[in-house]
């Protein structure tokens, strides 16, 4: 078994699989080292397209979506490799449908995989507001979107969308944050202190395994802000968390109950 060819490995299982692939196609390895790396390819390659062969498929409008985002010519910070995906989106429809959220927020939208998979899931009075700080994904996304899907899409900076959220008086059962590392601390203080988040409400912060780097290897700026938001999330307490390892890893943080 190999890895897929495609699209770049970008979580810690996958990129796992290539670097152990690349050593596998190395032709000077004992045979004994070389069947039992081989073994271990296996398992690494075959555990992501595992866990989509046995997860509930994709809606067509969600396949469609994923698959004009992967086509797309995409340039400088942005690529497809961004896209939520498959499972993931299952994992956040299942929340929606768990906490019974009508109001869900998004603070970083992309192509709008993760906001559609929430909408397709919420009741018929429920809506997805979805922030996005480019002008041209967001006119991509909105492309993307199916007719009838209530999804209310803010363009700007995230700081200033969640300022004027909060003065609208608005309040969210569900929260997904997958936008600039960096500013992650600075939105979970928002959503706690603001009022925008319920009293029971649930946050799912995206990406913080971010490939690995917060406990292996070199640290991009990315993995410098991501290793930094984890630990500060772990000693505040105001909140409960726990770190999910699906994909570059889902961490769901709640208040601490009273």
Not at 90 to 100: D, E, Q
Not at 121 to 126: E, F, H, N
Request: aromatic fraction near 6%; proline fraction near 7%.
């Amino acid at each position: 078994m190999t890895p897929a060819v495609g699209l770049r490995p970008v979580t810690p299982l996958g990129i796992l699989a290539a670097r152990l692939d690349a050593v596998c196609a190395r032709a000077d390895l004992p045979p004994d080292v070389a069947a039992e790396l081989a073994a271990v390819l296996e398992l690494a390659v075959g555990f992501e397209p595992y866990l989509e062969q046995h997860t509930s498929p994709e809606s067509p409008g969600l396949a469609a979506l994923a698959e004009r985002t992967r086509t797309a010519p995409w340039s400088g910070t942005l690529e497809a490799e961004m896209l939520s995906g498959h499972v993931e989106g299952r994992f956040l429809a299942f929340l929606v449908g768990m906490t019974r959220a009508r109001r869900v927020l998004e603070i970083g939208m992309f192509t709008g995989y993760g906001a559609l998979a929430m909408a397709e899931a919420l009741p018929a009075d429920g809506e997805v507001v979805a922030c996005e700080l480019d002008p041209d994904v967001a006119a991509f996304a909105r492309g993307c979107f199916p007719a009838g899907a209530r999804i209310d899409v803010r363009v700007g900076p995230a700081a200033d969308s969640l300022a004027a959220l909060a003065a609208e008086g608005q309040v969210f059962d569900l929260v997904f944050v997958d936008a600039d590392k960096a500013g992650y601390a600075g939105y979970l203080d928002t959503l706690l202190d603001s009022g925008l988040l319920a009293a029971d409400g649930l946050v799912a912060v995206d990406n913080t395994l971010m490939q690995g780097q917060p406990w292996a290897g070199e640290r991009t700026a990315n993995g410098e802000a991501i290793a930094a938001f984890n630990t500060r999330v772990t000693a505040d307490p105001r909140v409960e968390q726990v770190l999910v390892p699906l994909r570059d890893g889902i961490t769901l943080v709640r208040r601490t109950p009273s």
